[in-house]
């Protein structure tokens, strides 16, 4: 059995509230069969699925920066170009935002399914306007026009940025 010094415990008794979903927790630091390790969460299961919670979530923002980092990168300049690093940003933000999804499902944590329909179709949307915007900028030329891929610029940071205010305000 491997006990670890938790804070806040003394004498080997973990300090058991309503709150944390315990039904009570042995001197020897042993909580329904798991030992506790420091800064465990004390619910029996949900350590692993709080990792693979927050990997997606780290994966998530990742794609957002993705997205973002090359928009406002370009923000000032006057030829607009949407890069392959913004095409696997939208990749990266539609699958991890499933797959976070799923895994509150699984959890059963209440998920506003209206919300995510939404934002859904604005990630849908920014994936598009990124693919079409980079087969666009792919076929450019000296003497071609610009203003569509200045527009599926515009589309895919702004549709970005209403996701983003989607996922934030929306409560």
């Known amino acids: 059995m491997r006990v670890s010094v938790v804070p806040g415990v003394t004498a080997g008794v973990w300090p058991v509230t309503p709150a944390s979903g315990c039904q009570g927790v042995s001197k020897a630091g042993e909580v329904a069969g798991r030992d506790i390790i420091a800064g465990d969460v ?10 693979v919670r927050y990997a997606l979530l780290i994966a998530h923002f990742i794609g957002l920066a993705a997205i973002l980092g090359p928009f406002l990168d370009q923000w000032r300049s006057d030829v ?6 913004m095409v696997w940003g939208a990749r990266a933000q539609l699958l991890t935002g499933l797959l976070l999804v799923g895994v509150a499902e699984m ?18 949307a920014v994936a598009g306007a990124a693919e079409v915007g980079a087969k ?7 003497d071609s ?4 891929v200045r527009t599926l610029w515009w589309v895919v940071g702004a549709l970005t940025v ?10």
Do not use: C, Y
């Open 42 to 51: 004390v619910r029996e299961g949900l350590v692993s699925m709080d990792i």
């Open 80 to 85: 607009k170009r949407v890069t392959q690093t």
């Open 107 to 124: 959890n059963d944590f209440e998920v506003d399914h209206a919300k995510i329909a939404v934002k859904l179709l604005v990630a849908v």
């Open 136 to 142: 666009k900028t792919k076929a450019l030329t000296s």
């Open 145 to 148: 026009p610009a203003d569509a």
């Open 162 to 171: 209403v996701n983003i205010a989607v996922a934030v305000a929306w409560r």
